[in-house]
Nanobody, 123 residues
């Protein structure tokens, strides 16, 4: 079965950096899109950045463009989210998701498999 395991969250001061990891297993890695989403308390889940694991195409939400970078290590079936210049408004639970895709998308409904999340707190 598909399994996604996130790690790398934590607490950091504004302006700091964190790198999240999402290790994936249980599916054909290079025919999918993987993406990072986040959800703050009382807010809807927000798409952050997807990556097409075959082509490497990426996309970023306007709120993180220029600060966050999504990347992948195909040998490890792992996707990363490098987060720089963190702001308090980046505080949220961050989730990794995966599913088959034709184009990269930030629509949560396009992803059927989700990890348990990792908390990021920026103060």
């Amino acid at each position: 079965h598909v399994q996604l395991v996130e790690s790398g969250g934590g607490s950091v001061q504004a302006g700091g950096s964190l790198r999240l990891s999402c290790a994936a297993s249980g599916y054909t890695y290079n025919r999918n899109c993987m993406a990072w989403f986040r959800q703050a308390p009382g807010k809807e889940r927000e798409g952050v950045a997807p990556i097409a694991t075959g082509s490497g195409n990426t996309y970023y939400a306007d709120s993180v463009k220029g600060r966050f970078t999504i990347s992948q290590d195909n040998a490890k079936n792992t996707v990363y989210l490098q987060m720089n210049s963190l702001k308090p408004e980046d505080t949220a639970m961050y989730y990794c998701a995966v599913d088959l895709c034709l184009v990269v998308t930030l629509k949560a409904s396009a992803f059927g498999y989700w990890g348990q999340g990792t908390q990021v707190t920026v103060s």
